[in-house]
């Protein structure tokens, strides 16, 4: 693993005497309410002496009508550096005859998320820069960054809502204009997230009784453009008067950074990664507002005439000095000195005001910089393996930590370094996050495997990648069963090719499911021809249980809650991976008295087969142990020409098929103590020695044909997987 990132470079705290000064001007939030706790705390009382004591005082000190502006800062910094932000800003503004209140809103979110991908950006192999920052953005979405982001997109909506502080804000403010007209002009300014809370401050402040927003600006705003077109895009030119957004050009995004590795701004991040819709469009990007043609008729891009509203791209040095902006970094506009004096005098309406004060960066605060990459050697075996038995309710099952136990031992004697993740570990994003590791950190010469036994089923297609031509029936994509599934939390065949897409070049990845509904490689999904209701009935005679569930209403839409409407790319060209399943995509995969009936037969042959079958000799011998019973075929899923590679050997030498086989291992028998663990009734009585006989030599011979591991170590794996296979005898 990668070293941790460095903290993060902070400034010193605020001192009491410069909070006091700040009360005036500043409504601290937490979760949309007002902030009990802290170093700086909000009442109701404060905000009754803004519009009674200090915003009279101001407005009789300076005569005429004085400018108000709300201000809210980006929902990635927490407390100290909101009030930072209000600190460094509130005396400039003053001295332009300017009353300001910043919302300081306590998400402390850059942590959080640089907390979330972190050991993501350290750059872990020599990828090419899209790729590197494609695995950032799958591990963001895959890990908190949905969670977070949603969280402070609650919290902005929550603050203008209900008992929300800034709707206590939004009243006062009301109050204060129908008792006092003609004496103040009403702004807004909104960096980054902060576009987030002005599309619910600005309507609840008009409904209010606020006659209008004089200026509204938006810098680098992150702001999803269905809401800013269903919130704001109404009022531009009416309730809103005026209405400017500085952004940067395509080009300057694409050069910026965050997280100090990933290769575009944080706009790209949160497209890719936050919103529910995988590449929602952002106000603040630039293809995304030249696609969208509300907002090109708005801001004047279509070329037929100009907009209502004023668009300002960085870099503007000419021109209009209302116009004016340098920032080349996301986080930068409301520290760039052209951008805040262009903003200043659009509030103040005059050209003549006290430029913005020179400050420090704040970039290294929001992300912290990665440590330096840790180099990987080459031609190293690694694998993940998923057990879950203790599902919720009745979707328990009995013998799936058991096979990943199993698993687990038979690819440490081949030489793999093995993580579990077992019942509650194996939660969806501890999965997917996994399963990215493993993939990421690969490099060419890297034998990987993936190993999942639990429920399966399948959800609506929500991207309509399922889809073929002339072909109208409902579409479905194929899921496996996190234990946290119930909470809609499934993991889609779309999730594993998103992660699956990320192998390096000449890494190998075999996966193995003991499930039903395991996928195949093309990402089509056949319904069950049985009754599904049925299954667990049918089978309890005989001892066997059905790892499958029937996808049910709740289940479905909090699914569909969470992932929204997603819009991806559709279908994969191209999928190196590949898959033994445990089942076709029609059948039912089994366990039978403690472990997975695919599992039995599939474990045992991994050593003795590893570097010397290929994949379809493998896969052959998997179906013999089932030709004594129908109930399911293992099935293989893969690039055609995989067939011929040799099984779990590095890709180099898969263009060649192997010669080198030692004496009777090309072909050989099942052995019989696995016919008889998946059909009892074949050969009463007897399979415990001669499981443990199988196992002991294929451990031996796997060992010494291609590893030179501790012997103590391979004492332990043939212990662990003897103990499973008297567990899955005894039981």
């Avoid at 402390?108 to 950006?121: Q, S």
């Avoid at 903003?343 to 605060?365: C, H, K, L, N």
Wanted: proline share 6%; aromatic share 8%; charged share 20%.
């Amino acid at each position: 693993m990668p070293e941790p990132m460095p903290p993060a470079t902070r400034q010193p705290p605020l001192s009491p005497s410069e909070l006091d000064r700040l009360r005036p001007h500043v409504v601290n939030l937490s979760g949309g309410k007002f902030s009990s706790s802290g170093v700086f705390q909000t009442t109701k009382k404060d905000v009754d002496a803004v519009f009674a004591t200090h915003l009279p005082a101001f407005v009789a000190e300076h005569g005429g009508v004085v400018p108000v502006v709300f201000c809210a800062h980006g929902g990635l910094v927490g407390e100290q550096s909101g009030l930072r932000i209000a600190a460094t800003q509130v005396e400039w503004w003053k001295s332009n005859g300017v009353y300001p209140i910043h919302f300081v809103w306590e998400t402390g979110l850059a942590g959080a998320i640089a907390g979330a991908v972190g050991d993501w950006a350290q750059g872990r192999r020599g990828w090419l820069d899209e790729a590197k920052d494609r695995v950032l953005e799958l591990a963001a979405r895959f890990g908190q960054g949905q969670a977070i982001w949603g969280q402070m997109k609650r919290a902005a909506e929550a603050a203008s809502a209900g008992d929300g502080g800034a709707r206590y804000v939004a009243e006062a403010l009301g109050a204060y204009c129908t008792a006092h007209p003609d004496t103040i002009s009403v702004h807004a300014v909104g960096h980054s997230a902060g576009s987030i809370f002005h599309p619910f401050f600005i309507p609840a402040a008009l409904k209010a009784g606020v006659p209008a927003f004089d200026t509204l600006s938006l810098l680098a705003p992150a702001v999803r453009t269905d809401v800013f077109e269903k919130q704001l895009v109404p009022l531009c030119g009416q309730e809103v008067k005026s209405l400017a957004l500085f952004t940067m050009t395509e080009k300057l995004e694409r050069a910026d950074t965050c997280l100090g590795a990933y290769g575009k701004s944080l706009l790209y991040l949160v497209r890719a990664s936050f919103e529910p819709e995988e590449f929602s469009p952002i106000l603040g990007l630039e293809e995304c507002l030249r696609a969208d043609p509300v907002l090109s008729r708005l801001f004047g891009l279509s070329g037929t005439s100009g907009g209502i509203a004023d668009i300002i791209w960085s870099k503007a040095t000419g021109g209009p000095l209302t116009n004016r902006s340098t920032s080349t970094s996301h986080g930068g506009f409301d520290t760039d000195i052209p951008t805040m004096d262009s903003v200043a005098r659009r509030v103040t309406g005059s050209s003549r005001i006290q430029s913005f004060p020179i400050t420090r960066s704040r970039g290294d605060e929001l992300w912290p910089v990665p440590g330096p990459a840790t180099p990987r050697r080459a031609g190293t075996h690694h694998a993940l393996c998923v057990g879950i038995n203790a599902y919720p309710g009745g979707d328990a099952l009995y013998g799936c930590v058991a096979d990943a136990e199993a698993w687990a031992a038979q690819l440490t004697a081949a030489g793999f370094a093995v993580r579990t993740l077992l019942d509650a570990e194996a939660t969806r994003q501890n999965i997917l996050l996994g399963l990215l590791d493993v993939v990421a950190s690969s490099v060419a010469g890297d034998v990987l495997v993936f190993q999942y036994a639990g429920h399966g089923t399948y959800v609506d297609d929500l991207d309509g990648d399922e889809a073929e031509s002339g072909n109208e029936e409902k579409q479905y994509d194929e899921a496996l069963c996190p234990i946290d599934f119930r909470e809609g939390n499934l993991i889609i065949d779309d999730d594993l090719g998103e992660i699956f897409d990320q192998l390096p070049d000449g890494v190998s990845l075999t996966a193995f499911f003991d499930s039903c509904h395991s996928g195949d490689g093309q990402r089509r999904l056949q319904l069950l021809p049985v009754d599904v209701e049925d299954l667990s009935t049918a089978s309890a005679p005989h001892g066997r249980r059905a790892r499958y569930v029937i996808p049910d209403k709740e289940t479905s839409e909090k699914y569909r809650a969470k992932r929204g409407a997603p819009a991806r790319a559709g279908k994969r060209a191209l999928a190196r991976e590949v898959l033994f399943s445990a089942c076709k995509p029609t059948e039912v995969a089994y366990e039978t008295g403690g472990h997975g009936d695919f599992t039995v037969a599939a474990s045992l042959l991994v050593v003795p087969s590893a570097n010397r079958l290929t994949n379809g000799e493998f896969l052959a011998k998997i179906r013999e142990a089932f030709s004594s019973q129908p109930r399911q075929y293992p099935d293989f899923n893969g690039p055609r020409a995989a067939k011929s590679r040799v099984f779990l050997a590095p890709l180099v030498a898969a263009a060649a098929e192997p010669t080198d086989r030692p004496p009777g291992t090309a072909s050989g028998t099942i052995p019989a103590a696995i016919k008889s663990l998946l059909d009892p009734a074949a050969s009463p009585g007897g399979g415990t020695d001669a499981l443990a006989a199988s196992a002991g030599t294929a451990g031996s011979a796997g060992v010494a044909a291609s590893h030179e591991a501790d012997a103590a170590d391979r004492a332990r794996a043939a212990a662990a997987f003897l103990r499973a296979a008297a567990d899955f005898i005894d039981g």
